[in-house]
């Protein structure tokens, strides 16, 4: 298959639609976790969706995507909750609750799954499959819902652009501003479950994590300024969507999810060698160059002073 | 006798792990668990694809290379100025995106299951036995995990002034003339260790899982580091006990019942902790209103 075979087929045309703003909309939003320290939690939260996904499996008894993702943002609004509980009322830290909400929500999933598996429902494999992620399963109407909560994201990022950039470099400064602190820092993490809720079902559970992290991390490399950084995560990701998808449909058998992953790992080293002032090799170039500087110095002091 | 062999195994796992969540708790570096038992997957397929074997030796060194590789990746990207959080996101995605990568594009040579890997039952150990000089030695999960926890447990009780001092205040151990990252190298290592030796026979949500509930149970009911790893080890292996015994009753897996009675151990910690507790905070809270009015 060549590129224009690729761009011609419908199918592939739709999915490469729907990683590219899967990509886009949980970069720009990823930006936000990462300066609020929570990158992490896109990875917390991919994993609490295990039991919802059950839970809506045993409630409908139907293999329905749109259940699954009702059930799945359901069972992140309870985790959402739960760490802020969680770092609240007790003394354990952000990255335990986390690790807490986690391990016990995806436990509590295996549970529920081995008694689906040995209940009359019988056959349970479209749940499994839903959590290790299938781009080739995605249907219109996925790629219909991954766009609207897309913009969605991008339009409220946008709109709370001023707010959010408050929020995340000073909490206090805009707790004395008046902004209702809470109810943003609930709002923000609501929108991280939007965006997980829509690309499990692209990347899979463990690799979700990655599509909010690397993109912003890469764009933090190229500049300081916080609406920059965000247009270029936006970006990142959205190109490691569209690198992905086309890989993974000229490679035979190779899963798209992974792939969409390590294109974006391969940003991020690009970004870590090469960005202009906080890359590797500038700083290396710049390192090297104020040597030569003052040696050369002490070379001219040498001359004119013999002592 | 199964009974026996598979809740002996939830222990060994369950106090190997809490002994070094403990660290991790008071280090904050919890999540570091569940990413180098994500991680580890391309070491454990390189290690089949080059000798060719199911031998769990091989593994087990691919497996360790690849955590060490984690942990040393997470530094490096760290030192270079990337939130500690999210270098730990970047390194195990990538890692984990390639080993499954590896898993597809081999996948008529292997007969690998992905999903025993990642969530390999802890039901099937009895039946994986060991025999030294021709006599049955029992399963040999509990030789794995029993000499990892045998390890851990000695140099942990050997340098425990130096891990304590490291993790609380590593400037301090540093001017004290502690090699700070020997340590942490060290610890890193032995969780590595752990964690690739336990997921190996009962998968890793079980893994993920002890590493951290029982060490922040213990952290609600102790202030002090010693007192916190002996709690941590009770709850471990209390949960074990429980989940197995839960898990006959519903017909559920193991590992998630296991982990499960742990979660819901520290949810008991959580509210009636008679320090921190969220209950008898409230209760004091009101006392001390009362006496003042």
Redo the contacts between chains.
């Keep these: 298959m060549n590129i224009l075979d690729i761009i011609t087929d419908p199918n592939t045309r739709w999915i490469l639609l729907g990683t590219m703003f899967l990509g886009l909309s949980s970069g720009v939003i990823g930006s936000f976790a990462y300066l609020r320290k929570q990158s992490l939690l896109g990875d917390t939260l991919a994993h609490a969706a295990l039991p919802g996904i059950c839970v809506a499996f045993i409630l409908t008894g139907v293999k329905s995507t749109s259940f699954f993702l009702i059930g799945a943002a359901l069972a992140g609004l309870v985790a959402v909750f739960l760490i802020s509980v969680l770092t609240r009322y007790s003394k354990i830290k952000q990255d335990a609750a986390l690790g807490i909400v986690l391990s016990s929500f995806f436990g509590f999933g295996i549970v529920m799954l081995t008694q689906i598996q040995q209940s009359e429902y019988g056959n349970q494999s479209g749940l499994d499959t839903f959590l290790f992620g299938q781009t080739a399963s995605m249907v219109m109407s996925d790629v219909y819902m991954m766009m609207t909560v897309s913009f969605i994201l991008i339009f409220t990022c946008t709109v709370f652009f001023k707010e959010f950039k408050l929020l995340s470099f000073d909490p206090g400064f805009a707790k004395g501003m008046g902004l209702p602190v809470v109810f943003l820092d609930y709002f923000i993490m609501m929108l991280i479950v939007a965006a997980v809720v829509i690309g499990i079902q692209a990347v899979g559970v463990v690799l979700m994590a990655s599509l909010l992290i690397t993109p912003a991390v890469s764009a933090r490399y190229w500049t300081e300024r916080l609406h920059i950084m965000v247009i270029l995560s936006g970006i990142f990701g959205m190109l490691s969507g569209v690198s992905g998808t086309l890989i993974s449909t000229t490679v035979n058998d190779l899963p798209t999810g992974p792939l969409i992953v390590l294109s974006a790992t391969v940003w991020f080293f690009f970004s870590m060698l090469f960005a202009p002032k906080r890359g590797v090799l500038s700083s290396v170039w710049r390192r090297v160059s104020t040597k030569k500087k003052y040696s050369l110095e002490q070379e001219r002091r040498k001359g004119s002073h013999p002592s | 006798m199964n009974d026996f062999w598979i809740i002996l195994v939830g222990a060994l796992v369950a106090s190997s792990c809490s002994v070094l969540g403990c660290f991790l708790?008071v280090r904050?570096?919890?999540?570091i668990?569940?990413a180098i038992s994500?991680s580890v997957l391309p070491g454990i397929v390189l290690a089949f694809l080059i000798t060719g074997t199911r031998d769990s030796v091989p593994m087990l060194i691919g497996a360790a290379a690849l955590g060490l590789l984690t942990v040393f990746l997470i530094q490096l990207f760290q030192s270079?100025?990337?939130?500690s959080?999210?270098a730990?996101?970047?390194v195990f995605?990538?890692l984990?995106?390639?080993g499954?990568?590896l898993v597809?594009?081999y996948?008529q040579q292997i007969d690998f299951d992905?999903?025993h890997v990642l969530?390999g039952e802890i039901a099937y150990t009895p039946w994986n036995t060991m025999t030294i000089g021709g006599i049955g030695a029992g399963p040999k999960a509990v030789w794995i995990v029993g000499s990892c926890l045998i390890l851990n447990l000695i140099l942990i009780f050997l340098f425990f002034k130096q891990f304590k001092l490291v993790s609380f205040d590593p400037s301090l151990a540093a001017a004290m003339g502690i090699p700070v990252l020997f340590f942490h190298y060290l610890l890193m290592s032995l969780i590595s260790l752990t964690t690739v030796a336990s997921f190996d026979s009962v998968g890793s949500?079980?893994v993920?899982?002890m590493?951290?509930?029982p060490a922040?149970t213990a952290?609600?009911l102790s202030d002090r580091l010693s007192r916190m790893i002996l709690v941590s080890i009770g709850v471990g292996i209390l949960s074990s006990l429980i989940g197995y015994y839960s898990?006959t009753v519903?017909?559920?897996?193991i590992?998630?019942?296991?982990?499960?009675s742990?979660?819901l151990l520290?949810g008991l910690a959580?509210l009636f902790s008679p320090s921190?507790g969220?209950v008898s905070r409230f209760l004091k809270r009101r006392k001390s209103k009362e006496s003042h009015s």
Aim: net charge negative; hydrophobic share 55%; aromatic share 8%.
């Design positions: 708790i904050k570096m919890t999540l668990g569940d994500h270079s100025g990337v939130q959080d999210a730990i996101g970047i995605t990538s984990f995106a390639t499954i990568v597809s594009l996948t992905l999903e969530y949500i079980l993920v899982g590493l951290i509930i922040a952290y609600l898990a519903l017909d559920a897996s590992s998630g019942c296991m982990v499960s742990a979660a520290f959580f921190h969220l």
